[in-house]
Structure formats: structure tokens, C-alpha cells
């Protein structure tokens, strides 16, 4: 019990430094953050220089109001700070801005905050392309962020082909997947764009295992070529586990049981085990989406259960399990980290969620190392549906930051 009551309460990794492209909170009571871009769910966050806006949200588990404000930093293509003067990428003062909407939780056991705000805004308009996070403080402590929300504004001068492959240079319809890349950088100005142009190349927005610091198989007439690099060849996993906790008195799907256990509500999801073979699924490659079962005032009147996964096999050695995707915020931190029931022999983990839809696995990590592996409790299959995304950066000779020039995205099925 003490376990999952703790997450809601104690402060978890509040200095780490996270260089990547996740949404992600340092301390457990904020919880479910989402930034969308021009309204539309489950699309990247990555919007066109000078038009649109990006929505960002995420709830406050404690019960009063706690003022927040939020500071924008430009950052490089590996997501570090650019270093660039604050004017030189935004207007507005930076920093200050406190987060001023915000609606208590309806009719929830479990009473939260839900707080949102919008950029651009009146206050800051953001001036360059590139990637850009949005730190989030509270008012106890102006200098060590509560939650880091990241995306990309996207000034369009390269074109990417992408292709992907089953037929591999390490196998042939087997478990991998393997990403060759055209780039064409005719209308791009640049002295020398084997060294100018930096693509990075995604998995289903998986941070652990992105691809960085490419050199291109040869060049074409204004074409950068990446063919047959075993770099870019990746397990190919297999569909991502779903559920839905939408009824606080009704099971839905693969929930086993609900259970009002005070002073919270617990959905104990149906008992995992390792994947031995592909089955075909509909899946949304690890994300969620908010709602309950009236689909009404979501953001708010939506409840938070704890949940409980358990993985049934025998322990894995040599390394950790972690419970993974969107619902903890793709990052394998201790928190998201499986215990090993030695009585049951199960992995387990407790975590509070809030009602909706949701993607998850299982991902290994050996000691020693920070990609997880889906071998061991997913499997590695050729069909399974992955998305690939492909962002170019532009570092001209001189140049002070990266512009993102070039950005696609492909889903994979055979």
C-alpha cells in the first residue's frame, strides 16, 4: 500500500537534468501533461514557424492551489539549451508568466488541479525555428523545474523521403526494421551539408533508442543518402498492450476488477505475460487519451485510479523492467520501475493514472545500459506498425543554434 501512496506524495529526481523529447514530471503530484498542437490529439508536437499554437496541460494532485509560471528555452537538436539571449528567440519577459487557467477536479475522489495555457500567447511569440521546452516552476522553488513539456516550431527547406524495410541488413523479415533516408536540400543554402545537416531518427518517440550523428552512405546532385547504415536498424517490437479505465463501477477493457479502496479508486488490470507471438492490434504506439465513460468534461471530471500491471514470468537477470509509453512519460526512471514478486513470481507495479485509453509495455534494461529491449517480454516482430519520425537540423558554418528544417513522419505496415 505504501508503495503507490508515495507516488502521490514524495518528490522524485526534482535535479535531474533531462535532455530528450519527452513530456516529463519531477514530482508526483503533477500529473497526465500534454502538450497539442493545433488541436489535434495524438499528432507530434511539432508545428510550422509563425503559425499555430500548442496546448499545454497537466493536473495538480494536491488538493489547494499552487501558483505556477513557466520559462521557454531554445534548445539543439539533442534537446541541451542553445545558449541563445532570451530576445533572440521569443518576446516577452521569460520566466514570470504565471499559469493563470486553472479548474478544480469535479466529483473526483482523488481532488486535483487542472491547469493550461497556450503558445504563442499575447505575452510570448516564439521568433526561430528548432526545438523548444517549457519548464514549469512552482512557487516553493524558482530554479529547479516540477515538469518539463518539450516541441518544435519547423521553418520547412529540406525534403525527406523515408523508407522502411522488414528486409534487413542483419535479417530478412525477422524482428527488425531497418530506415533508409533521402534528404534534398536544394532549396537550402549550405557551404557543406554533410556536416551542416544533423538528422535524428525516432521509434515511436522513444527517446532511449533515437539515432543521432549520421553520416550519410554518399551524396547525390543536393541529396544526402543513408542506405544499408546499421544504425538505422531497430527491433522491431511488437504492438503496443492497451486498456481503458473509463467507469468507476464497470470494467472495461482488459480491466480484470475495480475496487474502491479508501480513499481511492483501484483498477486492477488483467495479468500480463511475455509475447511468444505477433497478433495483429490497433494500437496508438504508447499513447493516451483522457476520458471517462459520459465522454464529458474530461479534463476535469475525470477520475484518477490507482492501477495495478503485474507480468507474470520468471525474474530476468542482469537488469530491470519498466513499465513504459506515454502513461510514464517514456522515460525509465525508478518510479515506472517493476518490483519482483518472488512469492507469485510476477513483476508488479502500482501507479495513479487518470480515466481514459491507454498504450503501454514492457521494457527491459540491462545493467549497465539505457535502451530498453523489448525481446525479453514483448518479442520482436517484422509486422509489427511502428512510427518513424525523421527531424533535420541546419547548423550553418558560423551558426549559433540548429534550425529545424526538415520533418516527416512514417508508419510502417507491411
Not at 543521432?212 to 536498424?233: A, C, D, F, G
Not at 475496487?259 to 483501484?266: A, G, L, T, V
Not at 539505457?370 to 518479442?379: D, L
Amino acid at each position: 500500500m505504501n508503495r503507490f501512496y508515495s507516488i502521490i506524495m514524495g518528490l522524485v529526481c526534482s535535479t535531474m537534468s533531462v535532455c530528450a523529447q519527452v513530456n516529463v514530471s519531477f514530482v508526483d503530484n503533477i500529473r497526465t501533461i500534454q502538450a497539442q498542437v493545433n488541436g489535434k490529439w495524438g499528432e507530434q508536437p511539432v508545428m510550422l514557424l509563425g503559425s499555430g499554437y500548442v496546448d499545454i496541460s497537466f493536473d495538480d494532485l494536491q488538493r489547494d492551489y499552487m501558483r505556477y509560471t513557466y520559462r521557454i528555452t531554445h534548445c539543439n537538436a539533442n534537446w541541451e539549451s542553445s545558449g541563445l539571449y532570451e530576445g533572440d528567440y521569443m518576446t516577452g519577459i521569460n520566466g514570470s508568466t504565471v499559469i493563470e487557467s486553472y479548474e478544480p477536479s469535479v466529483n473526483t475522489e482523488m481532488l486535483y488541479n487542472h491547469y493550461k495555457f497556450r503558445l504563442p500567447n499575447a505575452t510570448h511569440r516564439l521568433l526561430l525555428s528548432g526545438n523548444y521546452k517549457v519548464d514549469i516552476f512552482d512557487d516553493v522553488d524558482d530554479e529547479n523545474p516540477v515538469a518539463t513539456v518539450c516541441f518544435s516550431l519547423l521553418e520547412p527547406k529540406v525534403g525527406i523521403d523515408i523508407k522502411v524495410s522488414a528486409n534487413t541488413d542483419i535479417d530478412s523479415y525477422q524482428n527488425h526494421q531497418q530506415v533508409d533516408l533521402n534528404i534534398n536540400y536544394q532549396t537550402l543554402t549550405t557551404s557543406n551539408p554533410e556536416m551542416e545537416l544533423i538528422p535524428v531518427v525516432t521509434q515511436n518517440r522513444r527517446w532511449d533508442n533515437r539515432v543521432m550523428n549520421l553520416k550519410p552512405s554518399y551524396l547525390r546532385p543536393n541529396q544526402l543518402v543513408y542506405t544499408h547504415n546499421r544504425s538505422l536498424i531497430f527491433p522491431a517490437g511488437n504492438e503496443y498492450r492497451r486498456f481503458e479505465i473509463l467507469s468507476e463501477y464497470v470494467p472495461t477493457m482488459r480491466v480484470d476488477r475495480m475496487k474502491y479502496e479508501e480513499p481511492y479508486y483501484h483498477a486492477y488490470i488483467f495479468e500480463d505475460l511475455p509475447v511468444k507471438n505477433y497478433k495483429y492490434d490497433q494500437d496508438q504506439n504508447g499513447r493516451f487519451l483522457i476520458r471517462n465513460s459520459n465522454n464529458t468534461n474530461n479534463d476535469t471530471e475525470s477520475d484518477y485510479f490507482i492501477t495495478h500491471f503485474t507480468l507474470k514470468t520468471p525474474q530476468l537477470a542482469d537488469g530491470d523492467l519498466y513499465l513504459f509509453g506515454d502513461l510514464t512519460d517514456n522515460m525509465m526512471w525508478d518510479e515506472n520501475r517493476m518490483e519482483y514478486n518472488l512469492i507469485e513470481h510476477q513483476y508488479e507495479i502500482s501507479i495513479p493514472l487518470k480515466q481514459g485509453s491507454y498504450n503501454y509495455q514492457y521494457l527491459f534494461v540491462r545493467t549497465g545500459e539505457a535502451v530498453g529491449q523489448t525481446g525479453p517480454t514483448e518479442g520482436n516482430f517484422h509486422e509489427t506498425e511502428n512510427e518513424y519520425c525523421v527531424y533535420v537540423y541546419h547548423r550553418p558554418f558560423g551558426g549559433r543554434y540548429d534550425k529545424l528544417v526538415g520533418f516527416k513522419t512514417v508508419n510502417y505496415k507491411e
